[in-house]
């Protein structure tokens, strides 16, 4: 009778179940790192768009303050969806920032009120939050040539009133300062400059986010 010979390479039943369990183990570790990873790629990336739209949302707001002439205390011209149902309820404050914007026509030109003095025509643009909203309301001065049209809330939009413009939302803060030709802090009407700061918040693999970014611009016309 001849004896069967254990294969010297071989392994045993506890030594496959070791292996087993290690592989586990290290395909759980493997699997929490990548999940770790992905969460932070995650939440790394919709930082950078938030930062992202920040940037943009003010880029437009400091594009209207260089092409005006100055802060308006309350809007110049009426508001049929003005706050409160008031048509000149509008007050720049550091939530709301009313812009003389120079008007210009349909070439793209300004268009002057007093040509031997270069005093343009304004239009009010209106920034303000509204909910987690941040909207430019235009309110046009009704001129010849002026080809800037009044906007409305979405609701009561028209044809001939369109939608308030929506330049950022998921705003958790919106902030405005005014300061002179020294830097120093005045009433929005004596602004020779305007800070601007926004915050946005969204959720990013479960957990909140936030990024904030703040810019000042010059008025360059009068």
Request: some cysteine; charged content about 15%.
């Amino acid at each position: 009778m001849h004896k069967r010979k254990l294969n010297p390479n071989g392994f045993t039943l506890i030594e496959l179940l070791i292996v087993i369990i290690l592989i586990a183990i290290l395909s759980l570790a493997i699997s929490n790192f990548i999940a770790d990873w992905l969460q932070t790629a995650t939440v790394s990336q919709a930082e950078s768009n938030l930062l992202s739209n920040a940037q943009l949302a003010l880029t437009k707001v400091t594009t209207d303050i260089e092409l005006s002439g100055s802060v308006d205390t309350t809007n110049r011209w009426p508001d049929p969806n003005g706050p409160g149902g008031n048509p000149y309820g509008w007050t720049s404050s550091s939530s709301v920032l009313i812009l003389a914007k120079v008007a210009i026509n349909s070439s793209g030109q300004p268009i002057f009120t007093d040509n031997s003095d270069y005093v343009t025509l304004k239009d009010d643009e209106v920034y303000f939050l509204s909910g987690t909203t941040l909207y430019r309301r235009t309110l046009a001065s009704g001129e010849d040539g002026d080809i800037a049209v009044t906007t409305c809330p979405a609701s009561d939009a028209t044809a001939s009133c369109p939608p308030d413009n929506v330049v950022a939302t998921g705003v958790s803060n919106w902030s405005v300062s005014y300061y002179d030709q020294n830097g120093d802090s005045v009433s929005p009407g004596n602004a020779r400059s305007v800070q601007v700061s926004i915050t946005l918040s969204s959720d990013a693999g479960g957990q909140p986010i936030s990024e904030s970014y703040t810019t000042r611009m010059v008025f360059r016309n009068d």
